[in-house]
């Protein structure tokens, strides 16, 4: 049985209920986190913690419960569930009051955890990498903040997987690339890996955050840079990030393969690289 908690007590997630004048339903005024878990234990567990708060402070709302308090939570979850790889997901909104745009003077938050077994990897996508196509960057200029209103993100998913390929990369008006729909994107050139700098056209992942530590530690390059998307046409390599995909490469853009197609070095260095950091702090556990 899956668990919930919500407001402070743990319920069956079927349980669960929040009021149709909720503010994450009417306007997406909400935050969210996800968070992996190995051997039972979150991984970058504060990072994402404190994205949350960064999160909240960006949409003016005030956090109903401490850091500390989500940490048990977090861990009593994952501890219930008892498997090897978990997905945790948390969402904090403006909760319930009268349907009005301006922001309630005293909101009550709704905020609720609830951890479920991650999906197998498909390990295919590991080794030959997937397909990306390009998609108008049309999301807000506010993409820092981890904020629910994600209807872009599903259109953007779904118009990828609707042509059989595995995401969508966002172009600005420019023909800069920014990030996929859930994943942070990245290039590599000249043996250096380049990636949207983690301004308002990108949520700043916490997998970017470590893979760029990582790759620095492992003595490659590392830039924050504007990619042309004609750039990225021409790359070495591409590689996405996110919590639950980890490093998962790229190996096809719109109808052109990257490079010649395969999995290049440096991602598979990265591939590693993660998942050695995760067995350090999680214990063994099977990559993809
Ligand atoms: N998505 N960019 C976007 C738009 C995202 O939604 C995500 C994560 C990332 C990567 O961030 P992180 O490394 O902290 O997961 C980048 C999560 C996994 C989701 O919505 O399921």
Known sequence: METVWLNGKYMPLSEGNVS?????????????EVIAAY???PFILDEHLERMIRSADGIRLESPHTTDVR???????VTRLGVSRAMIYGQLTRGSSRRSHPLPKAPTPTEYWFARE????VTKNYREGVHLITQPEERWARCWIKSTSLLPNVLAK????DVGAFDSLYVLEDGVITETSAANCYIVRDGNIFTHPANGRILGGCKRALVMELARRAGIGVHEEFIPLDQAREAEEMFITSTTLNVLPVTTLDDNPISNGR????TGRLMEAVGDAIREKCGEIVMA
Request: charged residues 15%.
């Open 20 to 32: 149709l004048e909720d503010r994450g339903l009417l306007f997406a005024d909400g935050v969210y």
């Open 39 to 41: 051997n039972g234990v």
């Open 71 to 77: 940490r048990q939570v977090i861990h009593d979850l």
């Open 118 to 121: 991650l999906p197998p990897v």
């Open 158 to 161: 779904q118009a990828a997987l």
């Open 263 to 266: 999995v290049g070095p440096i």
